[in-house]
């Protein structure tokens, strides 16, 4: 092959090589999850599992089931809205509505019972008033 057509072979093959990629980023969503299960099985199974039970790889990912530490509400928000360790952060990404939602959806799944709904002002109040797109 010439080589103006390996260069045009390589232009055509560059966004099949981007789409390979896609599955597992936590950055291209395909649409912006609505209910906190959505928010759970588009950004955080990728790590914790879509059982909950986390896992050890570059990090160690900690078990959202049975997890004592969901009790606290404020607890996950911070969590979620700023990272933690190696986790990172998702106030940039996800609005408050749907950090309450996810924090609500993994108080109540896993073999977790804290029912309490969070709410998104309690997200305001405990991280901020920082909205995303
Ligand atoms: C890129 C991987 C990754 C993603 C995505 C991720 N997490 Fe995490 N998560 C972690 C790691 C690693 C920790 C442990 C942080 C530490 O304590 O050092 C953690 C910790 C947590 C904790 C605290 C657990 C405890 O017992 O202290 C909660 C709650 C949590 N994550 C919820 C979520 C939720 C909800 C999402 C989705 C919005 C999410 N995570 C997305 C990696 C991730």
């Given at each position: ?27 291209t ?6 209910t ?9 199974q ?34 979620v ?22 924090a ?30």
């Amino acid at each position: 092959m010439k080589p103006h057509l390996i260069a045009a072979a390589l232009l055509i093959l560059a966004p099949f090589a981007a789409w390979a990629d896609e599955p597992g980023s936590v950055t291209t969503l395909h649409k912006p999850p609505v209910t906190g299960e959505e928010v759970y099985q588009q950004i955080c199974q990728s790590c914790h599992m879509a059982n909950g039970m986390g896992g050890k790889g570059a990090a160690t990912i900690p078990a959202l089931a049975g997890n004592p530490h969901l009790a606290n509400a404020d607890y996950i928000i911070i969590t979620v809205a700023k990272g933690r360790g190696a986790m990172p952060w998702f106030d940039d990404i996800l609005a408050p509505t749907q950090i309450a939602d996810v924090a609500t959806y993994v108080r109540t799944h896993f073999g977790n019972n804290y029912p309490k709904p969070v709410t998104e002002a309690e997200v305001k109040a405990v991280a901020g008033a920082k909205t995303s797109p």
